[in-house]
């Protein structure tokens, strides 16, 4: 992994095991997004698609990784040219805010990232209604940002939904390729074309052709609104480059789980079964059956 990223895994652990507020650890990477340069930033969207392994699932970590997605999302589109902002205190709602400086428009963004260990992904794990509702009336545009390789490569609902909710499929890719090119919103070159290809993207034929990936199409889509710039990396380059990069990061992702095969077979009979006691969350279990009793005599 490159050092930025890391030191930004370390920043989230660190806050994990403070007791700040929620909202004071998720502030805190933020000022730290918004404080490193250009290429730094361009490392993190390469890595922030997929969550480390060794960060573990629903915990205060991974809300934090989450976060942290979002803040790099933010400044990702700031570096393309428009104004952005991260909302770290309304609860379901978008977690970005992003809004034009040189066209009257509004979006508002979602950060999506996965294991390399999950499986299949279905519509529910992108939540495009969701992303289509935070929209409201106040603002133009919905965008999910989501590792570019995540997204099905044949039929599939999240392309119906999109196209039903006018919600953009964007991704981390997407921006390296438009910030490495120095692609940036101005007086005489708008984003909205893109942000609104699911409402002009015509199907032909039947609602199940609806289904079928339109990513392809996307793509052109972006080389021909940006075609009077001048590009020095193609994206099919920007592609080859992520998936070697993919490639390496898999490996450290298997080996932290063939680290922890190696250490659970070493585990006395003892211990293994207090590993599987604390994984299975039995002491909370009874502690919160404890509680729940405990509370009872306050109803009378």
Avoid at 1 to 23: A, G, H, Q, R, V
Avoid at 91 to 105: G, K, P, W
Wanted: glycine fraction near 2%; proline fraction near 1%; hydrophobic fraction near 35%.
């Amino acid at each position: 992994m490159n050092d930025i990223f890391e030191n930004l895994l370390e920043k989230i652990k660190m806050l994990s095991n403070k007791d700040n507020s929620f909202i004071e650890n998720s502030n805190e990477i933020n000022e730290f997004i918004k404080n490193i340069n250009k290429s730094e930033l361009i490392i993190l969207l390469k890595e922030v698609g997929a969550i480390p392994e060794s960060i573990e699932h629903d915990s205060t970590e991974e809300k934090l990784f989450s976060k942290a997605s979002d803040s790099i999302l933010s400044r990702a589109f700031i570096e393309i040219g428009l104004k952005s902002k991260v909302l770290t205190e309304r609860a379901d709602s978008a977690d970005v805010i992003v809004e034009s400086i040189f066209y009257n428009y509004t979006l508002v963004a979602d950060a999506k990232a996965f294991r390399m260990s999950r499986t299949a992904k279905n519509q529910k794990d992108f939540k495009i209604k969701a992303l289509s509702s935070w929209k409201g009336e106040d603002n133009d545009y919905a965008v999910l940002c989501s590792p570019y390789f995540q997204y099905p490569l044949g039929k599939s609902q999240i392309y119906k939904q999109a196209l039903e909710e006018n919600v953009c499929l964007f991704s981390w890719e997407y921006f390296i390729f438009l910030i490495e090119n120095n692609v940036k919103e101005n007086e005489k070159f708008s984003f909205e074309p893109l942000w609104n290809f699911s409402n002009n993207y015509k199907i032909n034929g039947s609602i199940e052709e609806s289904k079928n990936s339109f990513i392809s199409d996307f793509n052109n889509r972006i080389l021909e609104i940006i075609k009077v710039k001048k590009i020095d990396k193609t994206f099919n380059e920007i592609l080859n480059k992520q998936i070697r990069s993919l490639i390496n990061r898999g490996e450290i992702e298997k080996n932290f789980w063939k680290e922890e095969e190696n250490r659970i077979n070493s585990l006395s009979h003892k211990e293994a079964i207090e590993e599987l006691i604390k994984v299975k969350k039995l002491n909370n279990k009874i502690k919160q059956i404890d509680k729940y009793i405990g509370d009872l005599k306050k109803y009378v």
